[in-house]
């Protein structure tokens, strides 16, 4: 593996740790693909450093398990944004 490429993969892990960033949020920041960030962290963070990619898995599976309740608050924003003009 590229020495660029295991040195991204570690920013990305203490980005996505640090800050509870969800695989979007990460990508976004760092300018890559979401993919990208998902292959980085969970497959090849575990040749480097496996106690990190431990700790950026756990916040990752939690961001998972949460993400239908961020969807649904979005969705609500923007409809009361809109109908606020309708009212």
């Not at 962290?41 to 480097?48: A, D, M, N, P, Y």
Request: proline share 0%; aromatic share 4%.
């Amino acid at each position: 593996m590229k020495g660029y490429i295991e040195e991204r993969a570690v920013e990305l892990a203490n980005f996505i740790v640090e800050n509870k960033a969800t695989v979007r949020a990460a990508a976004k920041k760092f300018g890559i693909s979401k993919s990208t960030v998902h292959k980085d962290v969970t497959e090849r963070l575990l040749q480097i450093n496996s106690a990190l990619a431990e700790e950026a898995k756990a916040v990752l599976d939690k961001n998972k398990a949460e993400r239908h309740i961020r969807g649904g608050l979005a969705t609500k924003a923007k409809y009361k944004g809109s109908m606020e003009g309708k009212a």
